[in-house]
Structure formats: C-alpha cells, structure tokens
C-alpha cells in the first residue's frame, strides 16, 4: 500500500516538475560570420505543458518574440547589420509557478571578414593564425606584399603572421582593431509583472556577476539574489503601471535595458494588461569645457562652453547629438606714440550644434571625434585717449573640428579636448578670429 500510494505522488507532481525544467536550445549555426550568415534557427526543446517562451537579444532581431505550444518552439534570430566581431547574448525564459523563471542562455559569436595587409620576404608562403583558426597561405609579391582574407572573432586583439621562404621562417604578432564591447541582455519576467512582484535576469559573458553592474530602476525596487545567470527579485512600486530596469557595467558604457508592465488591480473578471509601452529613450548628457583658444596676435583668451548631448539610437549608440552655447573674450591694450592709449576688447557667445562619434574605447577609456557648426553673435567695444569710443556687433558663422579623451568614473567622465575652430569676427573697424586651436578641460554627467 505505502509503494502503491508513493508511486501515486510521483505521478501527480512529475508534469510540475517536467514543466519546469530549464528549456534546451540548439543553434543553427553556432556562431555567424557576417556579410554570409543572415539568420540562425534556433530550437527550443523542453517539457509538453510548459509556458510560452520569452526571446530576448543583446543586438539583432527575433521575428517572434513569445512561441507557446509544444515540446519544439522555433524562433529564427537575424543578426545586426554590422560589420565588426561581436558577441551576441541570446536569452530564452519560461515563467516557472514559483520562484525565479527557467532561463536558457545562448551566445553566438559575430565573425567580421577583413583582409590584412602583410608586409615579408618576396615569395614567403604568408599564414595568419587566429584564436586557432589559420588562413592561407598566400604567396608574397616581388615587394614582399601579401593580402590574407582572415575572419576575426570577438575580442580577438591579436594575430600571428607566420612567414616560409625556403627554411627561413618567422613568427610575429600583429594587433587588431576590435571593438571593446562586452553586451548584456535583461528581462523582466513575467509579462506582466504581479503586484506581488516579479524577476530581472541579466546576462553576458560566463562570468558576469551582480558585482559588475549598477542599475537603473523606475517604478520598482531590486534586491540580488544568488544563482546564475544574474537574479533580481523586482517589487514594483505601489503606483506604477510600468516598470523599466537599466543595467550597465561599472566603469564601461555597455548597456542592456528590459520594461514590463504591471497587473492592474481591476474588477472585472478576466485581468488584461495595459498595452506595451515603447522603450523609454536615453536621458540627456550635460558637459561643461573650460579652456583657452590661440590664433596669433591679441587673437587669444578664455573659452567657456556648456552643452546637452542625446545618444542616437543606431550603430550601438556610437554617434551622439549635441548642442552647445559658449562665452569668447579676446582684447587688445595698445600705446601709440603721440595720441595716447587704445583699448578693443571682443565679447561672444558662439551657439554650435554638432556630433560625436566614439572612435576607440579601452576601459573606463574613451576617445571620441567631434564635428560641429554654428553662429557667432559676437560684440566690439573700443575706447581710447585720443578718439569717441564706440561698440558695434554682427553675426558670424562658427565651426570646429575637435579630438576627445573621457575617463569614466561611474556617472561623471572627465573630459580633455583639443580643436581646431574657425570663428571670424569681421567689420569695417575689425578684423579679429576668435577660433584658431584650443584646449579645454571638463567634465560630461550622464544620468
């Protein structure tokens, strides 16, 4: 009797436990090399009875984001329109009916095809080794040049370039120019969120911790929890109707964010959830240069600027818009002989819009290119011993061209600029630049 009523138990509570079992993904193919892969399948497998699985990517698209039914869902998963190695976090979730949900975890790695230039021997048989993979040989020309077709994974920072020309052989290394990006996936489960409270699931690389990231909240707390991947437990507020999560990696600008709604407390019988609100944009970056500017003579003075950049939404947010309002100020003292003293001072408050692009990242590091064009409204105030002073103003164009070094410290990155400007202030009595190269120090907040 003790057996019969024991193997009646386990009958009872098997389909639970079988439905919540983390699901099994397979990936055709596993890994994408781009500009020859344009989409991997992907199969997930796990218990009949489950829930609908939830897709989310670090980058790329799935064409169906939520498959219910069966013990096979098919989602097919197009890869960003890229060019450099990258490494792309796939993250597959079923709601289990208590506790955190069961999370699957799929990371294709992004080839980029690129031909690297060698320099050797004329007539070396030409290798290049990289993460294990060779390409090649090639044959050198009559000046020692070979072009080799390699693919580059993420990360990879190097290559070895292996020579032959009869029993001569080298082996050196040359550096690759690989952007530093590490992303992240998260999601908040389950859609929608209980008033009771839900889970964020933040994933990247295998040994990503909660240690390694902040994270922005609206409308929620979180608390970590053990376990992997990495585990929140979310309440939301008491008045929210959305909760929105940002994580982003300490001292680094890679970024994942994840929005649900939150059941409303209605009386109707059947609970509906509000309609999904789209992805709430980027708050505004505030910076602030103070510096100096040189263009020969008594062209020279102070320069102040003040500005608000807003991170575009393409090509992984490398390309940011900004708006700037300035002060100029440059004066000249003068004697001449038999009249007496002279004093022109020039006052402007240039007004530039223009870009940023990310053009190298290490670290906390970051160095960006700036473009950028506008007005000068500038004013001219003359006085002297021998003459009526006089002040006129005009209106002038402005432009500029500037490198950018940032070193992040959390929110606050301090800022060193060298540029080049183009500014004149230009009347019938004056003739002045208000450009020529400068300098500045700062610092740039981002929320």
Same mark, same amino acid.
């Given at each position: ?18 439905a ?32 609908p ?41 079923v ?21 690297l ?20 040989p ?21 290559a ?9 052989k ?56 053990a ?20 994580a ?41 240069l ?9 062209n ?10 807003h ?9 940011? !818009?900004? %708006?700037? /309002?300035?002060? +100029? =100020? ?7 002989? @038999?009249? #007496?003293? &002279? ?11 223009? !870009?940023? %692009?990310t /053009?190298?990242? +290490? =670290?906390a ?6 473009? @950028?064009? #506008?007005? &000068?409204?500038f ?48 009347t ?7 450009g020529?190269?400068g300098?500045c ?7």
């Open positions: 009797m003790r057996l019969l009523f024991v193997l009646s138990l386990a009958f009872v509570l098997l389909p639970g436990t079988a919540a079992a983390p699901p099994e993904v397979r990936a055709t193919p596993e890994r994408v090399v781009l500009g020859q892969d344009a989409a991997v399948e992907l199969e997930v497998r796990l218990p009949e009875g489950a829930g699985v939830h897709a989310t990517a670090s980058s790329g698209s799935f064409e169906q984001q939520v498959v219910a039914g069966g013990a096979s869902r098919k989602f097919r998963w197009t890869p960003p329109d890229i060019k450099y190695p990258l490494l792309a976090v796939l993250m597959f979730s709601s289990a009916p208590q506790g955190p949900p069961e999370v699957a975890v799929v990371r294709i790695p992004m080839l980029g095809r690129t031909t230039p060698v320099t050797t021997d004329p007539g070396a048989e030409v290798v290049i080794e990289i993460a294990g993979a060779r390409f090649g090639v044959k050198a020309d009559r000046r020692g040049r070979a072009q080799v077709p390699v693919e580059v994974p993420p990360a990879m920072k190097e070895h370039v292996l020579a032959t020309r009869g029993s001569l080298t082996d050196r290394v040359v550096k690759l120019e690989v952007p530093d990006h590490r992303p992240l996936v998260a999601m908040l489960s389950p859609e929608p969120l209980p008033r009771s409270g839900g889970w964020l699931v933040v994933a990247g690389e295998e040994s990503l911790s909660a240690a390694d990231l902040e994270l922005s909240t609206e409308g929620a707390s979180v608390e970590p929890q376990g992997a991947p990495v585990r929140y437990r979310v309440s939301p507020a008491a008045d929210a109707k959305t909760v929105s999560v940002e982003r990696r300490r001292e680094a600008r890679d970024t994942a964010r994840a929005q649900a709604s939150v059941m409303q407390e209605i009386a109707a019988p059947v609970v509906a959830a509000p309609p999904p609100v789209a992805p709430a944009s980027r708050k505004l970056a505030l910076h602030l103070a510096g100096a500017f040189f263009a020969g003579g008594a020279r003075g102070p320069a102040l600027a003040v500005g608000v950049s991170p575009l939404p393409f090509w992984q947010e490398r390309l940011a !818009a900004e %708006l700037e /309002v300035g002060v +100029r =100020s440059a004066s000249l003292d003068a004697t001449i002989e @038999g009249f #007496g003293t &002279l004093h022109s001072r020039v006052l402007a408050g240039p007004l530039l819009a223009s !870009a940023r %692009l /053009v190298l990242q +290490r =670290s590091f970051t160095l960006y290119g700036r473009a @950028g064009a #506008g007005v &000068l409204p004013q001219h105030e003359v006085s002297s011993d021998f003459q009526q002073g006089f002040d006129e103003s005009k209106l002038a164009p402005m432009a500029f061209l500037a490198a950018q070094g940032a070193y992040r410290l959390g929110r606050v990155s301090l800022l060193l600029e060298l540029r080049g400007e183009y500014g004149p202030a230009q019938a009595r004056l003739d002045a630049q208000l020529g190269a300098v120090l700062g610092v740039r907040y981002e929320p």
